[in-house]
């Protein structure tokens, strides 16, 4: 008998990653189902039930079906009971809620930038790299770096001296950033970089970028 739980998306989304480091972590059943988004899968009718924006991921637990990765890695945590999410603490909860929108709006957008100019032109669409995007991008992310740098010279991790899905949710965009050749960037942020590298050697993070590479 098939899992209730099932993910729609191809495992190199970053948002899929997400969603599929959550359900390792608290040990879940599911099937991931492959939306081949070259052939526009993603707009279909079947798909855009599922999600109306026509993204993926979506996700579905027997009746329930959801999308946007971090509500859904949100769901994943409370119904297991994980701490990823330290709901028993309004002040350590509330700050993976800062954390978790600052990698939102504040990083995801220009990593974005950097993968979809150094993985999705030059490989899926057959186009080259423009750097300076990549360098205009680059610039931004130094800025939002030396925050981060700043916020981890002070704790251990993002919300404080304990691990969260805060951090977790970085790892699939960072999965990215590190096989391009601006990785050495991260030399100049030690503590970001230390971070980074033990949130990377987790082994959800671990199986699920493997996938990612093998996808």
């Not at 800062?98 to 669409?125: G, T």
């Not at 030690?190 to 993070?205: A, E, L, N, Q, T």
């Amino acid at each position: 008998m098939a899992p209730a739980v099932k993910v729609f998306g191809p495992a190199k989304s970053t948002c899929v990653a997400r969603v599929l480091i959550c359900l390792e972590e608290v040990g879940a059943e599911y099937e991931l189902v492959h939306v081949h988004i070259p052939a526009g899968e993603h707009k279909s009718p079947a798909h855009l039930a599922r999600n109306p924006f026509g993204q993926v991921p979506a996700f579905q637990d027997g009746d329930l079906v959801l999308f946007e990765s971090r509500a859904i890695s949100k769901y994943i945590l409370r119904k297991h009971a994980s701490d990823l999410l330290k709901e028993g603490s309004v002040t350590e909860s509330t700050m993976i809620d800062v954390w978790l929108e600052v990698e939102s709006q504040k990083l995801d957008p220009i990593m974005s930038v950097i993968a979809f100019q150094c993985f999705i032109v030059p490989i899926f669409m057959g186009g080259t790299t423009d750097q300076k995007i990549v360098s205009d991008s680059m610039e931004k992310l130094r800025k939002v770096l030396e925050i981060y740098e700043a916020r981890l010279s002070k704790s251990r991790y993002l919300a404080g001296d304990f691990i969260s899905l805060a951090d977790l949710s970085h790892s699939p965009m960072f999965h990215y950033l590190l096989a391009t050749p601006h990785a050495p960037l991260l030399s100049g942020y030690p503590h970001v970089k230390s971070w980074i590298s033990g949130i990377m050697d987790r082994p959800s993070v671990k199986k699920i970028t493997e996938l990612m590479k093998a996808s």
